[in-house]
C-alpha cells in the first residue's frame, strides 16, 4: 500500500504564504505523477494542480494560476505546493493524490490512484 502525509496547512492571513508537503511512503513504483486537489465546505473536491514524474508537465487551474507552485522532490518521494498570495476562497482542505504508470508522463488525469488524508488551510475574509 501507498500512505501519502500532507502536512504544511494552517490559518493564514489574506495575502500570506504557505507551503505544503506530501510525503509518499511504502509501496513504491518507478514513477508516479503526483496532484494537489482541495475541498470546500459544502463543494466538491477540485483539482488544483499536478506534477508529471520528471516536472517538465505542470498544470494549474485558473484561479491559482500565478499564485501557486507545484513541485517535486523525487530523491524524498516529497511533492510540495507553494502557496502566495493566499485569498479567502482558498480556504479548504487540501489533498495530494499519486496517479501511478505510465499515466506519470501526464499532469492532468480523470483519476487518482491514491489520496492522502488532507490538511486544513484557513484564510479568514
Known amino acids: 500500500q501507498v500512505q501519502l502525509v500532507e502536512s504544511g496547512g494552517g490559518l493564514v492571513q489574506a495575502g500570506g504564504s504557505l507551503r505544503l508537503s506530501c510525503a509518499a511512503s511504502?509501496?513504491?513504483?518507478?514513477?508516479?505523477?503526483m496532484g494537489w486537489f482541495r475541498q470546500a465546505p459544502g463543494k466538491e473536491r477540485k483539482f488544483v494542480a499536478g506534477?508529471?514524474?520528471?516536472?517538465?508537465?505542470?498544470y494549474y487551474t485558473d484561479s491559482v494560476k500565478g499564485r501557486f507552485t507545484i513541485s517535486r522532490d523525487n530523491a524524498k518521494n516529497t511533492v510540495y505546493l507553494q502557496m502566495n498570495t493566499l485569498k479567502p476562497e482558498d480556504t479548504a482542505v487540501y489533498y495530494c493524490?499519486?496517479?501511478?504508470?505510465?499515466?506519470?508522463?501526464?499532469?492532468?488525469?480523470?483519476?487518482?490512484?491514491?489520496w492522502g488524508q488532507g490538511t486544513q488551510v484557513t484564510v479568514p475574509s
Open positions: 493524490a499519486m496517479k501511478k504508470g505510465r499515466a506519470s508522463r501526464s499532469c492532468i488525469w480523470a483519476s487518482m490512484d491514491y
Open positions: 511504502g509501496r513504491t513504483f518507478s514513477s508516479y505523477g
Open positions: 506534477i508529471s514524474w520528471s516536472s517538465d508537465c505542470t
